[in-house]
């Protein structure tokens, strides 16, 4: 089996222990006391995210209906086909330039009954992908195939991917398997004992899409691309024909690849993805992180599903201009086989309104993840049925090729060869200098998707929690805000004196202070000197601004609410459920930091209802971010703050694309930010207004995970 499974091993172990226990109508006795407090809302982020699934599943089934209730069927259904992809093209984002190609055989192999041609070609200037077509013998022209692989380091050379090449060959059809970006010959951080410095294929691919985030670009679109660009490099050649049949297949995030091509491209007219095809609903159900180009920007949002992809292939123009979609699964996946039965389901919906009930179609094999013979057999069989052809006699592929073998550049790295990589054209991608813009509230309610900003206090209730240990104060209350359904921001009140109820409303000054991984760990005295959640800055802010009232929030996701889903202890990790839910935060297009930012506006309208005095502000390391936004907002609605002090606020979204092992939270990434500021143009307009009441301090740098 492909690294793939290795990978998601881990992403189906029990999920959500907590860590820390809500009492509710009793005291913690002294000994409980002195236990820290841990996660009491473990599973907010996945509940407030499958609150949403309803409604999706609901416009689905009502698009379908109508499709099912038009009076001409065909025309509906080919109206929707043209609909979905018009939605899809949303995500992509616009298509690149078709630049020339500059595609060169380095070497043939002859073989049994067909041969490999070793090809590169340029999907964009600079950009070299590395491939093999696999060409029947005789002259041609063979109907053509773009074949992409999942999530194995060895690429186009692993067994399985070659197999199918092979088989496709063998049965008539010629086939160009890519390398993907990260995969085979295409490493962009490639060391002598590992094949990345980022671990292998997904560590490249999620760190390639962390550095797109800011400049709003998608990795899926990369990906698609290359995969555009080899069809467009089968068009060119007169032993291949790409009309009136072209077919995509592909395994794992092979089967993502065939998905996103297939939507984009609309001379597809055959697709059939391997172990890929579910619901969002079952991988979110299921707490199945997703690779970065498996969760399109705005993909929920614009009320798509898996299924979407295939529907502009299936559907085409009409009756007459109809193709294939053949959804491939295992029964013992962790891609849902529910969810692709589900997503079959909708195919055949549409296929028998279309007139064509035969062209859906979905083979189950037993077994887990992989493109095993079963699968690839039911792949053949299906595009001979598309292509008209006979379906040839059954052939396994047995001796695969050592990946050397399969080399298309000299020394199997396509850097080697001169290839730019990935992370140099996204530098190139940004002006030559930073370029210093106004800004407004507008402006960062639209790059945030802020469709309000809270100005009066939410509910709220009083929990009876369990105190951190070494809180800087004998006493401490804490309350839940409830500034929105499922969601609930814990402010903790630092204090010398028991206090029971509602806070009392006082004229003194007062400090909020948006904490880096929850307020409670930032006030503690830390056990240990490496304590990252710990904050000598949250500590001193009492001597900082003596006889104010000092409180922390905890923003959602962090602190009190940090994931507990996914596994134990897997919040922070490359693959876990931060991650996770940030990528779902994209595919709804509502940013988990615009969610953060809102929340730090509710603490602070909760503060200042009970503080008539100064009010502060203050944001530490990844609070630091949310904080320095809201503070921006407050200048134009809600009391505005006497002063603004920052500690571990990177110098820029900029710099985390520039430096290529950048490494902050993805929540702390919007998509597509720098098309509107950046962190200066924020900081330029809070010293305007705020003079010397602007405190920066311990600037971070680009690695923000070491934080």
């Not at 982020?45 to 089934?61: G, N, T």
């Not at 050397?404 to 730019?420: H, I, K, M, N, W």
């Not at 005295?525 to 900082?544: C, H």
Request: proline share 10%.
């Amino acid at each position: 089996m492909p690294a793939r499974l290795s990978r998601r091993a881990f992403s189906r172990t029990v999920a959500g222990t907590t860590a820390g226990v809500l009492f509710v109508g009793t005291r913690p006795s002294a000994a409980a006391a002195a236990e820290p407090l841990g996660p009491v809302y473990p599973r907010m982020m996945q509940e407030y995210f499958e609150a949403k699934l309803p409604a999706h599943a609901a416009r689905i089934k009502e698009e379908i209906a109508a499709v099912q209730s038009a009076q001409n069927g065909p025309a509906a259904a080919a109206e929707h086909a043209k609909d979905v992809r018009g939605r899809l093209a949303k995500c992509f984002g616009p298509k690149p330039e078709r630049t020339p190609l500059n595609a060169r055989t380095t070497k043939t192999l002859e073989r049994d009954g067909y041969r490999v041609e070793l090809i590169t070609y340029e999907s964009r200037p600079g950009l070299l992908v590395t491939a093999a077509l696999y060409l029947p013998s005789g002259d041609g022209p063979h109907p053509g195939v773009l074949g992409l692989c999942g999530h194995a380091n060895e690429g186009k050379a692993y067994p399985l991917y070659q197999a199918f090449g092979v088989e496709l060959a063998k049965a008539g059809f010629a086939t160009l398997v890519i390398d993907p970006i990260g995969q085979g010959e295409r490493f962009q951080w490639p060391e002598q004992k590992r094949p990345s410095a980022f671990g292998g294929s997904v560590g490249e691919h999620n760190q390639l899409d962390r550095l797109m985030r800011p400049l709003g670009e998608w990795f899926g679109t990369w990906r698609a691309w290359d995969g555009l660009r080899g069809i467009d490099l089968l068009a060119e050649r007169e032993d291949v024909s790409i009309d009136p049949f072209l077919g995509v297949t592909g395994n794992s995030g092979g089967g993502t690849l065939t998905c996103l091509v297939t939507a984009w491209d609309d001379r597809v007219t055959a697709s059939a993805p391997s172990c890929y095809v579910t619901t969002l609903a079952r991988n979110l159900r299921n707490e199945l992180p997703a690779d970065a180009e498996q969760c399109p920007p705005r993909m929920l949002e614009l009320g798509m599903d898996h299924h979407s992809f295939l529907v502009p292939a299936l559907l085409g123009e009409g009756q007459d201009e109809m193709g294939s979609a053949t959804v491939l699964a295992k029964r013992a996946d962790f891609f849902d086989v529910r969810g692709a039965r589900e997503a079959y389901g909708r195919l055949a919906q549409l296929a028998a309104v279309a007139g064509a009930p035969d062209a859906a179609g979905i083979t189950v094999a037993p077994g887990g993840h992989g493109f095993e013979l079963p699968l690839r057999r039911a792949m053949v069989e299906a595009f001979c049925r598309a292509a008209g052809r006979p379906i040839p006699p059954p052939f396994e592929f047995t001796e695969p090729e050592e990946p050397e073998t399969l080399f298309a550049t000299p020394e199997g790295s396509v850097l080697q060869a001169g290839s730019t990589p990935v992370w140099e054209l996204l530098r190139g991608a940004l002006p030559d200098a930073p370029v210093s813009r106004p800004i407004n509230a507008g402006v960062i309610r639209k790059a945030l998707n802020l469709t309000e900003t809270p100005t009066e206090p939410p509910p709220y209730d009083i929990p009876a929690w369990r105190r951190a240990t070494g809180l800087p104060t004998p006493q401490a209350a804490r309350f839940a805000l409830r500034p929105e359904p499922h969601i609930t921001v814990p402010v903790l009140r630092l204090q010398d004196e028991p206090m029971q109820g509602p806070p009392p409303k006082l004229d003194t000054p007062a400090v909020l202070l948006v904490a880096h991984r929850g307020a409670d760990a930032a006030f503690r005295m830390p056990e240990e000197q490496s304590d990252p959640t710990a904050s000598a800055f949250a500590r001193v802010l009492p001597q900082r601004f003596p006889g104010a009232q000092i409180y922390g929030c905890d923003v959602r996701g962090t602190g009190a609410s940090e994931p507990g889903t996914v596994g134990p202890n897997e919040a922070l990790r490359p693959y876990g459920s931060s991650y996770m839910y940030s990528a779902y935060a994209r595919m709804w297009n509502e940013p988990i930091l615009g969610g953060r930012v809102k929340d730090a506006l509710s603490a602070w309208a909760f503060v200042a209802d009970a503080h008539s005095g100064d009010l502060h502000l203050c944001g530490d390391r990844w609070g630091a971010i949310p904080a320095v936004l809201a503070a921006a907002l407050l200048l134009e609605s809600g009391r505005k703050p006497a002063s603004v002090t920052l500690s571990g606020l990177p110098a820029s979204w900029r710099a985390l694309v520039e430096d290529e092992r950048a490494d902050w939270p993805y929540a702390l990434l919007p998509f597509g930010v720098l098309a509107h500021f950046d962190l200066p143009d924020v900081l330029s307009r809070l010293k305007q207004e705020l003079g010397d009441g602007l405190t920066l301090e311990n600037p971070a740098g680009p690695q923000g995970m070491a934080a």
